[in-house]
Nanobody, 122 residues
């Protein structure tokens, strides 16, 4: 099983940027699709970005054009570059090797890291 550790969150003003990192253990990282999820207080956990093992990407409409997901297989790390941040981006961000967009499937994911808090506020 791949172990995941998210980092890079923090407090940022609206319009600012952050880069999140997700470090994975295990040699199978390069063959996994990876996803970044977020969960805001009182809201459902949602997929915001995903990347295949070959580097193809997909984004939620709410972050398209502002967030960029990338991966470095040599470092077993996936990144989420977040630009033009908005208060509604405030959430705990998680990465996972299981990539689903449907909420019922997301709730079935059995293992999560500790996440990293992103707060966008002036």
């Amino acid at each position: 099983q791949v172990q995941l550790v998210e980092s890079g969150g923090g407090l940022v003003q609206p319009g600012g940027s952050l880069r999140l990192s997700c470090a994975a253990s295990g040699s199978i990282f390069s063959i996994n699709a990876m996803g970044w999820y977020r969960q805001a207080p009182g809201k459902q956990r949602e997929l915001v970005a995903a990347i295949t093992s070959g580097g193809s990407t997909n984004y939620a409409d709410s972050v398209k054009g502002r967030f960029t997901i990338s991966r470095d297989n040599a470092k077993n790390t996936v990144y989420l570059q977040m630009n033009s941040l908005k208060p509604e981006d405030t959430a705990v961000y998680y990465c996972n090797t299981e990539v689903y967009s449907d909420y019922e499937d997301i709730t079935g994911i059995g293992s999560w890291g500790q996440g990293t808090q992103v707060t966008v506020s002036s």
